[in-house]
Every structure is written in structure tokens, then in C-alpha cells.
């Protein structure tokens, strides 16, 4: 069976044909580094270390690509709140990410890429857009005329925001041509951290970081881009744009995937309601983060979590369980069982259906047909993609 993958830009479950046979390049939008990462984060960049391991496992040499937003509208905001400069909360924050990233085990990120490095190149960017009539100049900046990409809402089916929709950093604007239109490069104000450029002095919008990046160390078209599901709009279907704008290659990714919502208690997760819940909280509770990891193992990467705590506890006795199966077990390590490991391939296979393939492992422990030494070697085998550290 090939690998098969949902594809949000047509909306099917498509055979996965890299543009380089056996290479794969995977964008995935990362946090912008203002507070602490949340259960919400750690549910995609989870899932998306796992689509990571499960592309490794199947024989793709990956490189997987995450930017690190450290210049935004929310980081000046809070900067300003503590009083030091925003570079410094940057900073402080990656480094709190990065390491909750490495307690849940998400460590196969090839490259962090800081937005601030990538100024000559989003400038480049914007100069491109401004020579081919897809962007504009007001008063407080330089905008994307959405108007003039006429495929603007291809990935989403739509042209405005809903709701559920993340925050949607388009500028407001009287002077705008359109409602919808973003900025690319804001003018210098005072206080904020601005750069000179031949656009004038000022800094990136949000939307031009993540093209910026990719063109720079993948070129106009890669293969696999992620992220949550309220990215889709607007922030997804902006980074289309202003590619395709560009470049004139379409697709400028072959394959959209993203992960469904979080919620807390069937509501969604939101500082106004109180159920607002950081990973670190999680690990304040004294569950082990590889339990978080397991939980995340127990939903397909489209479908939407619900949490409670009495899911996670489930899920820290079934992943201890599985721990102490493996631990009490024999030093001596016996083969991969190959019927097992091609079941456990098959439901990867299927749009990286981890649930199922988290259950042929259990399957497995349950045999008395296979060997315990083998039963071990096959269960190391799948914790490859697993990732829940089952011999530390």
C-alpha cells in the first residue's frame, strides 16, 4: 500500500508523490514566542513530529522546516507590558518552547527558522509583489491587493473570516482597496523594533515571514506545509498568494495537512473562560510529558481532542502500562515480527492513522504466538515513530 494523504487544498485522500522521489520537504507554522506554549501547541507540533517519524519510517529522507515568529504585534504588546525590549521576551520565550518541545519529545524539527533573520529576503519579497502589481502602498505600510490573485480562497473556499478562525492579523486600514487585504511590511513607529530596507524602515507583516523562509530553503515549491485548522484562513491561504503571486508555479505546496482543534472540557480553549491550559501546567499536575504525547497518539492528527484530566490519566496508566511491558521484559532482544510491522506500516499508510496503529502494538503485547523477545524488538521497531521513549 502507498502512502496516502488528505490534502486540504482538494479536500481527498491523495497518493503521496514527493516532487524528489524519496525527499521530502515539510513546512510547519511554529509559535510566535510571546508566552508560554499551550496544550493546543503541543497537540500540533506533536502530531506533526509524529507525520515527521512515520515519513522517516517509511524510507523519506525528511527536512522538516519550523519558523519561529520573534517579531509580531504580540510580542512588542507584551514586551511593552514587562518593560524590556522585545527582542529579550523573544528570547526568553523560544527557549521555554523549545524546551517543552523536548520533554514531549518533538525533535525532529532539521531547522528553527527566527523570522528576524529573513529581513533581505522578505523585502526581496515584498519588492517582487510591488513590481508585478499584487501589492500596494498606504500610509502605514505596504498591503496584497487580494483582488488581484485570483485564486485567493482556493484553500479555504472562502474570502473572509468566521469565527473559529485564529487571529486573523490583517491590518485595518480606511486607505485599503479591499477588506481583506494584509500587510506585507509595516512603517516604522515609534518604539517598536524596525529595520531599514529599500521599502523604507519598518518590519515584516505576518503572513510574508513563512514565504520568506520557505523560498529560501526549499525554493517556490515544497511538498508537505502544516499547521492547525484555524490557520487555514487567512493565514494559509495568504501564503498561497503571495507565493503563486511570485513565482507563477502553482501549487506552491502539493500537500495541505492540519491538525483539528483542541478543546478543554467540549469547550474551546480560551483565557476568558479560565480553561486556559499551558503545557507547563500539565507537567505542574506531576503527568509524566510523554503521557501528554500518548494521549495525542490516541486521536488521527484531523480529528479535534477533547480534554480532560481524566483522559490524560487514562492515558499515563495505558502508556505506563506499556512501559512496564517493555522494562520487565528479557534483555535479550529478538527480531521485528514482519507480519506485525507491515499491519503497523499499513495504518501509518492510511493518512497516518496513529490510533490504529497504536492498537496493532497492543494486539501484539496480547499475542502468546509471538515471543517476548520479539514482541520487544517489533515494539522498539514502532517506537521509532511512536516517540514515547520506551527504553529510557
Known sequence: MALKLYNTLTGSLEDFQ??????????????????YAHIGNAKTYTQFDLVARILSYLGYNV?????????????????????????ELAEEYEEYYLADMKSLNNESVSKYARAHDYIPQIVSQVKRLLDQDFAYKISDGYYFDIKAFADYGKLSGRSSLKPDDSVSRIDENPEKKNSGDFCLWKFRKEGEP??????????????????????????????????????????????IAQMESISGLKPFVRYWLHTGFL??????????????????????????????RYLFLLSHYRTPVNFTWEALEAAQNAYKKLKDFVSKGTSD???????????????????????????????????????????????LDFDQVLGLGLLS
Not at 267 to 289: E, H, Q, Y
Not at 349 to 373: I, Y
Open 333 to 379: 532482544i529478538g527480531v521485528v515480527d514482519e507480519a506485525y510491522k507491515a499491519k503497523f506500516k499499513e495504518k501509518l499508510e492510511n493518512d497516518l492513522n496513529t490510533p490504529q496503529a497504536l492498537a496493532v502494538l497492543w494486539t501484539l503485547v496480547k499475542d502468546k504466538d509471538v515471543t517476548l523477545e520479539n514482541k520487544l524488538a517489533t515494539i
Open 18 to 35: 514527493p516532487l524528489l522521489a524519496d525527499k521530502v520537504k515539510m513546512f510547519v507554522c511554529g509559535p510566535t514566542v510571546y508566552d
Open 194 to 239: 524596525f529595520w531599514p530596507s529599500d521599502l523604507g524602515e519598518g518590519r515584516p507583516g505576518w503572513h510574508i515571514e513563512d514565504t520568506a523562509i520557505t523560498e529560501t530553503e526549499f525554493g517556490p515549491q515544497y511538498d508537505i506545509h502544516g499547521g492547525a485548522v484555524d490557520l487555514i484562513f487567512p493565514h494559509h491561504e495568504a501564503e
Open 263 to 292: 478543546n478543554i472540557d467540549s469547550a474551546k480553549m480560551s483565557k476568558s473562560k479560565d480553561n486556559f491550559l499551558t503545557i507547563r501546567d500539565v507537567f505542574k499536575k506531576g503527568f509524566p510529558p510523554l503521557s501528554l
Open 63 to 87: 527536512t522538516y522546516l519550523q519558523n519561529i515568529t520573534d517579531i509580531d504585534d504580540k510580542i512588542i504588546n507584551r514586551a511593552t507590558e514587562r518593560g524590556i525590549d522585545p527582542t
